[in-house]
């Protein structure tokens, strides 16, 4: 499990990127990028990190489960996810 200071980290990133999303927007069209350096580094959008919502764990993350494959194997394997079962062959 990841520590809960770096999940909360990302969170306040989103936080902010949220926040200044119309104004980066705003910068970005008129050309300004004095303005967009001046704004907070975490108000970037690209600084936010994809984490698993179980264990925060930022490697092999899989964005149409919204987890790692390790939590999504489990899940799979426990029957938690619908319409996913294990191959065989």
Known sequence: MAKKSWMERNKKRTELAKKYA??????????DY??????PRNSSPVRIVNRCRITGRRRAYMRKFGCSRLTFREAALNGLIPGVTKASW
């Open 34 to 39: 004095l303005g967009l350096a001046k704004l």
């Open 22 to 31: 119309e104004k980066r927007a705003e910068l970005k069209a008129k050309g």
